[in-house]
């Protein structure tokens, strides 16, 4: 087995910040990602790594960036917080084919004042 | 791309009640499935892993049914209980490449009521 931990669990921003959210896996994972979810629209993909220093755009890139500094690790960065925002950011890993499964983190949640 | 539609967004059912969720997708390639629930609070765990070959899966309390014919995948709770309350997600993956990404419907929020 194995665990994804996110840090920080909640995170409270002003409009125009810069904000990093930070994810850890020991599953020895090959690929991992960052979803944003938002009630009533499900998950949208952020970015993914297929591994280490490989960065792919989701359908939700614009406005983030993301980086994987080892394969353990996947740190994801709202680049100007929007005012009003409210989010749940989930990251996830899996191995790399597309038949296995997604293991996600218990989210951080965002809220920009 | 995949287009994954998933109804109703919103299910409330008495306890001992049957309660089922339904997808589309758009793309015939589709081959692995997914289910996942999500309890209030919490992150998504995987309820279920389906193949593209496999038709009738049974879990315990529940079954996934896939009709590649008509791109439908099912979840059905055959006697809903109030722990089964919680927003219920499917995942679709390709069978091409080694990218492995999915594409998630828009959930399901299932209340069931004592």
């Known amino acids: 087995g194995g665990i994804i931990t996110q840090t920080p669990k909640f995170l409270i921003g002003q409009e125009g910040q810069k904000l990093t959210l930070k994810c850890q896996q020991n599953?020895?994972?090959?690929?991992m990602y960052w979803y944003r979810q938002d009630s009533g629209k499900g998950l949208r993909l952020i970015y993914y790594?297929?591994?280490?220093?490989?960065?792919q755009k989701g359908d939700l890139s614009e406005g983030y960036d993301a980086s994987r500094e080892k394969k353990s690790s996947f740190s994801l960065t709202v680049t100007s917080a929007q005012k009003n925002e409210m989010a749940v950011f989930l990251c996830?890993?899996?191995?790399?084919?597309?038949?296995?499964?997604?293991?996600f983190g218990p989210g951080t949640r965002l809220l920009v004042l | 791309g995949e287009q994954v539609e998933q109804r109703p967004p919103h299910l409330s059912v008495r306890e001992g009640d049957s309660a089922v969720i339904t997808c589309t997708y758009t793309?015939?390639?589709?081959?692995?499935f997914f289910w996942y629930k999500q309890e209030p609070g919490a992150s998504l765990q995987l309820l279920m892993k389906?193949?593209?070959?496999?038709e009738i899966n049974e879990g315990q309390g529940f079954t996934v049914l896939l009709n590649k014919k008509d791109k439908r995948l099912s979840l059905n709770l055959t006697a809903a209980h109030p722990g089964d309350s919680a927003a219920y997600f499917c995942?679709?993956?390709?069978?091409?490449?080694?990218?492995?990404?999915?594409?998630f419907g828009k959930g399901t929020k299932l209340s069931v009521k004592s």
């Open positions: 996830a890993s899996s191995r790399q084919r597309n038949q296995d499964t997604q293991y």
């Open positions: 599953f020895n994972h090959d690929t």
């Open positions: 389906v193949f593209s070959s496999t």
């Open positions: 995942a679709v993956s390709h069978s091409g490449g080694s990218n492995a990404k999915l594409t």
């Open positions: 790594s297929i591994t280490e220093n490989d960065l």
């Open positions: 793309d015939p390639n589709s081959y692995y």
